[in-house]
């Protein structure tokens, strides 16, 4: 069975800091990684999905992730945060093969001042 | 296009008392699942339907928890009778058919606390 690992549980920037989470998942296989925000009184939401060929992946609002095969890695960075980026983030993969369900991190929670 | 929906937002219960939970997938979608978090944990799987039938439901915890989609429309999640350990959101997701590289959309959730 598969299982994701995000290296920080709450994260504290301030305005125009960089960013940057973890996110390890380990399955031998072929998966498809992805990232979800769930705004505070949101619905979780797709920030950017990476299922096949450039390892770099553009999401919503400035968000970008990068998928490093050899180690296991699917990181999501933005260069400047906002306020308004204050939220849990969670990173989720599934096994590329047929149906296949979400297993999630225990989320970062990421709050941003101004 | 409406999203999925969830009811109730909000449900306080106490322990032995029965309570069910809806969602509303997105209109076309055969694909719908249910998620749990509870509190401090990651978010897990509990089961898929496609359309009316249960295609896993190995993540649910025990037979305290059933699940039903009728006529492969709208599901409901029934706890009975409920313990301290189902307080949690429960999410419910929908995608729209068979791509192992569909995206989920999730509902708001429903925040179940068991007394």
């Known amino acids: 069975a598969q299982s994701v690992s995000q290296h920080n549980h709450h994260v504290i920037l301030s305005e125009a800091a960089s960013l940057e989470l973890g996110c390890n998942y380990s399955?031998?296989?072929?998966?498809?990684l992805f990232w979800y925000v769930q705004y505070p009184g949101q619905h979780l939401q797709l920030l950017l999905k990476?299922?096949?060929?450039?390892?770099l992946v553009k999401g919503i609002k400035g968000f970008e992730a990068e998928f490093i095969k050899s180690k296991f890695s699917f990181n999501l960075r933005k260069p400047s945060v906002q306020w308004s980026d204050t939220a849990e983030y969670f990173c989720?993969?599934?096994?590329?093969?047929?149906?296949?369900?979400?297993?999630f991190g225990k989320g970062t929670m990421l709050l941003v001042s101004p | 296009e409406a999203g999925v929906t969830q009811f109730p937002s909000h449900s306080v219960i106490e322990k032995g008392q029965t309570v069910t939970l809806r969602c509303d997938p997105i209109s076309g979608h055969d694909n719908l699942y249910w998620y749990r978090r509870v509190m401090g944990k990651e978010i897990k799987f509990l089961l898929h339907?496609?359309?009316?039938?249960?295609?896993?439901e190995s993540g649910m915890p025990n037979n305290r928890f059933l699940a039903e989609r009728t006529g492969g429309t709208y599901s409901t999640l029934k706890v009975q009778p409920a313990e301290l350990e189902d307080s949690g959101v429960y999410f419910c997701?929908?995608?729209?058919?068979?791509?192992?590289?569909?995206?989920?959309?999730f509902g708001p959730g429903t925040r179940l606390l068991v007394l």
């Open positions: 990476y299922f096949s060929g450039d390892p």
């Open positions: 989720a993969v599934n096994v590329n093969s047929g149906y296949s369900t979400l297993t």
């Open positions: 339907f496609v359309k009316e039938s249960k295609q896993d």
């Open positions: 399955y031998g296989g072929t998966v498809n």
């Open positions: 997701a929908s995608s729209p058919g068979f791509l192992d590289q569909e995206t989920q959309y």
